[in-house]
T-cell receptor, first 113, second 113 residues
Framework: EDQVTQSPEALRLQEGESSSLNCSYT??????LFWYRQDPGKGPEFLFT???AGEEKEKERLKATLTKKESFLHITAPKPEDSATYLC??????????????FGQGTTLQVKP | DTGVSQNPRHKITKRGQNVTFRCDPI?????LYWYRQTLGQGPEFLTY????????KSRLLSDRFSAERPKGSFSTLEIQRTEQGDSAMYLC???????????FGPGTRLTVT
């Protein structure tokens, strides 16, 4: 069964304190791994897609990396506005080929000034 | 490009009542997804449309749930005889191709009393 596990569940950082969020996945065949940001009461906002091991994507203070078993979201010198829940999701190759996303439970990040 | 829109944003209903939600995807996107998200969890896949055809339904979608996408444009999700366990955020997402990133709407928050 395809599965995604994120850790830690919650993370508190001081402004400027860099850290990483982990996403471990088990999937029959990885089509793509997606990172989203979600603010309270809102829908997820797309950040990155990674397709193959070794791939990296960057956007401002965020950098996503991918291996065959996990992905990391590195946050460099975070600011309070980076506070949100970060969701990881996988899309698997399969007979249905619908592209549905399988999400982890998310990591809630709080950055204190 | 106005993004994915959902209506209503909030719905409070009494147990046993029927409710209907609407999703308007990004105009050029022919793939549409419904997800459900409960507090502290990641979104869970409910159903998928390619144009007007409903191609996959999750086991989470009981007989009380029905979704349509007439003419391949907007979609509706109806829940009949609501139960307290149906209380959740219902999210709609769309994409241009399978494998592409999915763009989410703001969600409809359902509370069943």
């Amino acid at each position: 069964e395809d599965q995604v596990t994120q850790s830690p569940e919650a993370l508190r950082l001081q402004e400027g304190e860099s850290s990483s969020l982990n996403c471990s996945y088990t999937v029959s065949g990885l089509r793509g791994l997606f990172w989203y940001r979600q603010d309270p009461g809102k829908g997820p906002e797309f950040l990155f897609t990674l397709y193959s091991a070794g791939e990296e994507k960057e956007k401002e203070r965020l950098k996503a990396t991918l291996t065959k078993k996990e992905s990391f979201l590195h946050i460099t010198a975070p600011k309070p506005e980076d506070s949100a829940t970060y969701l990881c999701a996988v899309q698997a190759w399969g007979s249905s080929n619908t592209g549905k996303l399988i999400f982890g439970q998310g990591t809630t990040l709080q950055v204190k000034p | 490009d106005t993004g994915v829109s959902q209506n209503p944003r909030h719905k409070i209903t009494k147990r046993g009542q029927n409710v209907t939600f609407r999703c308007d995807p990004i105009s050029e996107h022919n793939r549409l997804y419904w997800y459900r998200q409960t507090l502290g969890q990641g979104p869970e896949f409910l159903t998928y449309f390619q144009n007007e055809a409903q191609l996959e339904k999750s086991r989470l979608l009981s007989d009380r749930f029905s979704a349509e996408r007439p003419k391949g444009s907007f979609s509706t999700l109806e829940i009949q005889r609501t139960e307290q366990g149906d209380s959740a955020m219902y999210l709609c997402a769309s994409s241009q191709k399978t494998g592409d990133e999915q763009y989410f709407g703001p969600g409809t928050r359902l509370t069943v009393t």
